[in-house]
């Protein structure tokens, strides 16, 4: 899994990302150490969450068999990938070297995300082409996709780009750092797992962040 955070104004957005999330960044704007892999780039406000598959080309194929969309997989340094459903959905096929297996979704790392889809046929779609795994969420239309890492949901309500969710140690606190950086933050809200606020940074990009409760 990769993704990738778009802003008009990249020098600014990596100032802030910086000062909310401590990140330092490679020449080439990928985020220095992230697991699972991250970086900025220039562009209209928004997130791309780009899912691992063994087969551009085939998962392509079947996502167009299924009624679906998707652009052309390009080749890359990093492997092949392509985006679909009209920008909701990014596919990956990573070049040797270039997987991760086990990401430490560690502080500051992205470690959930859950993926909007419009009805039941695109659930089925996205699960047909991608081969997830899902059990039944713990809220009503939600589903929990078993065989991702990070961990990942799925809610059948709207259709939209997934939402990101990156691990700090305290949400209150991480709230304060983004409004104080200009961004904007939501109330904590608490879940199965631990705490989340809704976000948006000084851009207008949308994104979450969450703690998770010490046992």
């Known amino acids: 899994m990769y993704y990738v955070i778009r802003a008009p104004d990249l020098p600014r957005a990596k100032e802030f990302y910086a000062t909310v999330f401590g990140w330092t960044y490679t020449d080439d704007n990928h985020i220095q150490g992230s697991s699972p892999a991250g ?3 220039e562009g209209s406000p928004g997130t791309d969450l780009y899912f691992e598959v063994p087969d551009a080309q085939a998962a392509v ?18 492997g ?11 596919l990956w096929q990573p070049a040797e070297g270039y ?4 990401p430490k979704c560690a502080e500051g790392d ?8 419009a009805d039941d046929s695109v659930k089925d779609r996205y699960q047909a082409a991608l081969g997830w795994e899902l059990s039944t969420g713990s809220h009503p239309n939600g589903w929990n996709i078993e065989n991702s890492a990070p961990p990942g949901g799925l809610f059948v309500d709207h259709a939209g780009r997934p939402d990101l969710y990156f691990r700090v140690a305290d949400v209150d606190e991480a709230a304060r750092r983004i409004r104080d ?5 939501g109330e904590t809200q608490p879940n199965s797992a631990g705490w989340h606020a809704a976000c948006r940074d000084d851009q ?3 994104f979450s962040i969450g703690s998770l409760r010490q046992n």
């Open 39 to 41: 970086g900025l780039a």
């Open 61 to 78: 194929a079947r996502l167009r068999q299924l009624g679906g969309d998707a652009a052309d997989p390009v080749s890359y340094t990093s």
């Open 80 to 90: 092949w990938s392509c985006t679909a459903e009209n920008g909701s959905l990014a």
């Open 99 to 102: 997987a991760q297996t086990s």
């Open 110 to 117: 992205l470690f959930y995300y859950v993926v909007p889809v």
């Open 181 to 185: 950086a200009g961004g904007t933050a």
């Open 204 to 206: 207008g990009v949308e």
